[in-house]
């Protein structure tokens, strides 16, 4: 995003001290932000954006340009031209049963409200 973000910068042909300023904040601000010592937020983004008179979906669009072509899913499973396509219905099934088997498990599941019995199927 910072790589994006850098690019904007030179498309609009502003400069870091000049967007500093114009955000009521100290020289270098933005250059903190961006090298990675200050944590970049959303409020930094949308606030450098206004700053610059760029629309979020412009940025957003030249930021899904960026990713597109480096975009590599972490895992594909083996083309198996050998077995038939799985039945829909039953990877809704799997799929149901996974999910309640997640939610039923006490680590990490999130809490009723008080007063609110368990659901039963």
């Known amino acids: 995003m910072e790589m994006t973000f850098r690019q ?10 000049t967007l500093d300023r114009r955000c009521g904040k100290a020289p270098g601000y933005t250059s903190q932000v961006l090298c990675g010592r200050v944590r970049m937020t959303f409020h ?3 606030k450098w954006l206004e700053a610059m ?7 957003f ?3 899904a340009e960026n990713l ?4 590599q899913p972490s895992y594909r499973p083996p ?15 799997l ?6 088997q997640l939610m039923n498990r006490k680590k990490g599941s999130p809490q009723r409200p008080a007063g609110e019995k368990p659901k039963t199927d």
Do not use: C, N, W
Request: proline content about 15%.
């Open 61 to 63: 669009q030249l930021l």
């Open 53 to 59: 008179d760029v629309a979020p979906d412009e940025f």
């Open 95 to 100: 799929i149901g049963r996974i999910a309640k």
């Open 68 to 71: 597109r072509p480096s975009y």
């Open 8 to 17: 904007l910068l030179v498309r609009t042909g502003m400069e870091m001290h």
């Open 44 to 46: 930094h983004l949308f």
């Open 79 to 93: 083309y198996r031209p050998d077995l038939p396509p799985p039945d829909p219905e039953e990877l809704d099934e």
